[in-house]
């Protein structure tokens, strides 16, 4: 719980949806101008040119108190990922702002990017069920900034809304990327239960004089420029026809304009509730600009699966209704490729989206009710021939009689776009894999295609969050010119970063 938290903070909030309960939503992607782009991923929080993996355990006990939550980030190097070159952050280390306290679940939502524009990427984390003072529920986030020496809670600085409210639940998505020109850093995109928030920082350096207070030093002074966003909100959905629940956010220059546009995806109200739909703002130079609805989500990500410059958006649909037309009960995935005017096939222009099940040829296994296919996902280029490949995963895969253990597809890109040559699919009863199926694993609960070593070929981290009754652990596929490959994987889980381990959901948020 937080007391006298509020700061001075203003910024361009946008009501998306009233009254609309937010729960918690799947990682929301980072970037800069492309940042989508493999080579800008904007996870290097030590500036060393090596991809970091950013993990939450929202479930953690920490200091006796259950569901306070922690994070852990592992740096990247010329070996990749280790468990030995980790930090470990949650509410009682040193710096950051606040306690842990039972039920904050600090971790649920992550993101990251260049926030000060001081060339060292920094780690958003938010809480957003964080009691402030007798308002329950209203949430809040926790900027940790990036150093030589990687990510601490040193002058780490706490971010709420300007009007806290019950069940608000502040950051209950994220997302950072430079959207205009407006700011000399990323802005920050922060999602609670109504409104979607843009935060603009000052560059690292300003004089003390100029930041805003803080109980943890002087953070960087947060601001609002009303040229950041135009035609953002509720009444700009309503034109459209469409009203949304909000569930996450996701980034990716889909126009190759040189900044990042906005995704916000959820699901559908009304008449025919619970079907996927995303709504999309295009970035340039002045401010962020309605761009349309997208059938798809509340699962997004972004890459470049044909290699032509422009991010495509793939959306991801675990728990589509069946009704009878082109959606399935087992799940799913669409893609939108990118065109100079946004994705294709928004509002009438360009062409149709593709839409891909368990049952699109090719594709193994068969569509099933409650598989959850498109439970997460990632891009990455897996075997280094210049297309992002995507990693799909299914946290209620049945594996046999073991109900919701989970799986993982790699689909590869191509110059024809998203191909089911050389597909792959893990789960933990694949030849090579460590552990076995179990009931209730979700395996697949959270998928990342990351490149921590730089060597240009992008292997697969996949989160078991139920794992050993919720403790949580993460799968480690390592990838080769003939991508990524279930030899020599292995796993680790909070216990193996000397974190703690009971019920901590490790991996149920990790940063894409």
């Known amino acids: 719980m937080h007391t006298n938290r509020s700061a001075a903070v203003t910024a361009a909030a946008f009501l998306l949806l009233a009254g609309a309960a937010i729960t918690a939503a799947p990682v929301a992607h980072a970037g800069t101008p492309g940042g989508t782009h493999a080579a800008d991923r904007n996870t290097d929080f030590n500036g060393d040119g090596y991809e970091d993996v950013l993990t939450g355990a929202p479930g953690a006990t920490v200091g006796g108190d259950h569901g306070a939550g922690y994070i852990a980030v592992q740096y990247g190097s010329s070996r990749g990922i280790t468990t030995g070159n980790r930090t470990v952050v949650h509410q009682d280390s040193a710096g950051v702002p606040g306690a842990s306290e039972a039920g904050d679940a600090f ?11 001081d060339g060292y990427d920094d780690a958003i984390v938010a809480a ?65 239960r109504d409104d979607l928030e843009v935060y603009g920082f000052e560059a690292a350096g300003q004089p003390a004089a100029q930041r805003a207070g803080s109980p943890s030093g002087p953070p960087r002074e947060v601001r609002e420029d009303a040229a950041t966003v135009r035609g953002l909100g509720r009444s700009a959905l309503a034109d459209e026809g469409r009203e949304i629940l909000p569930k996450s956010l996701t980034t990716g220059d889909y126009d190759n304009n040189g900044y990042a546009d906005l995704v916000v995806s959820g699901l559908s109200t009304g008449a025919e509730p619970g079907h996927g739909w995303s709504t999309f703002f295009t970035g340039h ?45 087992g799940g799913l995935v669409g893609v939108y490729y990118g065109s100079a005017e ?84 893990f789960n933990q009863n694949t030849p090579g894999v460590p552990g076995a199926a179990e009931k209730l694993d979700r395996f697949g609960g959270q998928v990342r295609l990351v490149d921590p070593n730089k060597d240009g070929r992008f292997g697969l981290l996949a989160t078991a969050p139920g794992e050993n009754t919720n403790d949580g652990v993460v799968w480690v596929f390592s990838a080769g010119t003939g991508g990524v490959t279930a030899t020599g994987s292995w796993t680790y889980g909070g216990g193996s970063l000397g974190a703690p381990v009971a019920d901590a959901r490790f991996g149920a948020a990790i940063d894409d």
């Open 107 to 117: 971790g649920t939502t992550l993101a990251s990017g260049d926030l000060d524009a």
């Open 128 to 192: 957003p069920t964080e009691d402030l003072g007798t308002t329950a529920d209203a949430g809040g986030l926790v900027i940790l900034w990036g150093s030589p020496q990687g990510l601490s809670g040193t002058d780490s600085q706490w971010l709420e809304s300007a009007a806290p409210a019950a069940g608000e639940k502040f950051g209950s998505a994220l997302a950072a990327a430079r959207f205009t020109g407006d700011t000399p850093g990323d802005l920050l995109a922060v999602l609670d």
């Open 285 to 329: 130079q002045d401010g962020l600009v309605f761009g349309g609805d997208l059938r798809g989500g509340p699962v997004a990500a972004s890459g470049d699966l044909n290699g032509d410059g422009y991010d495509d958006l793939v959306t991801g649909e675990p728990n589509s209704p069946d009704d009878g037309g082109d959606t399935m009960t």
């Open 342 to 425: 946004g994705p294709a096939g928004s509002e009438g222009t360009g062409t149709p989206p593709q839409w891909w099940t368990q049952d699109s040829a090719g594709v193994p296994g068969v569509a099933e009710h409650g598989d959850g296919w498109g439970t997460d996902l990632s891009l990455g280029d897996t075997d280094g021939d210049g297309y992002a490949d995507l990693a799909v995963g299914a946290a209620g895969e049945d594996i046999g009689s073991a109900a919701d253990a989970g799986a993982v597809w790699v689909l590869r890109g191509s110059s024809g776009g998203l191909t089911t040559t050389k597909v792959k699919d």
